[in-house]
């Protein structure tokens, strides 16, 4: 066995029983949902029995993943740098496992806009948790004082607009691919929901 075959081997082993006790399963639990013995079960995650692919299906069944998933290799691009807005005073990373997906911090010193005209709506959800300060978010006919550490999650259909309230704050959001097309037409000053100045 190569050293990489045997380091994805151990990878596997480990990732099924740190899966079985995350669930809070005991070895018989996930013998007795995979159809399996007890002992065969102890002797793949102790790797004193080899991993057979039938065995593996079975084991992703019962630990409700796919196998992909449970033979998926580490990857060694981790960490990544985010990409700097100056303009619009933020940082931007995208999700490496769902592309659609983008994470932005922000830092705000203005309130929300007092005119409606000036909220946005347009396909998506978004999701924010503040991470300093006091924000406000304009949801619809609703208003929301948003505290450090407290999160919001919303359709972008609704119009909404966020703010700082009393003093500087910092947001760290998180966009699907359509929240994130409808701030970048608004931030260019392409979208229809873009008020005419």
């Known amino acids: 066995m190569t050293q990489e075959a045997g380091e994805l081997d151990s990878l596997v082993r480990k990732r099924i029983r740190a899966l079985r006790v995350a669930q809070g399963w005991s070895l018989e639990e996930l013998a007795a949902r995979a159809r399996v013995s007890q002992s065969t079960l102890s002797r793949i995650e102790n790797g004193q029995r080899r991993l057979a692919l039938d065995q593996l299906v079975t084991l992703a069944r019962a630990l409700d993943t796919s196998l992909d998933q449970l033979v998926e290799t580490a990857t060694d691009d981790v960490v990544s740098s985010p990409m700097i807005d100056a303009a619009h005073a933020q940082m931007r990373w995208p999700v490496k496992a769902d592309p659609g997906m983008t994470v932005i911090r922000r830092r705000m010193t203005e309130p929300p806009p007092d005119n409606p005209a000036r909220m946005r709506a ?71 929901d873009r008020p005419a100045r």
Do not use: K, Y
Request: charged share 25%.
């Open 122 to 192: 347009h396909p998506g959800r978004e999701w924010l948790v503040v991470l300093s300060g006091t924000a406000t978010l304009l949801l619809g006919n609703r208003r929301f004082r948003v505290e450090t550490n407290q999160a919001a999650e919303f359709p972008t259909m609704l119009p909404h607009a966020i703010g700082a309230e009393g003093g500087p704050c910092e947001i760290l959001g998180i966009f699907d691919r359509d929240a994130r097309r409808g701030h970048q037409r608004d931030e260019d000053g392409t979208g229809p």
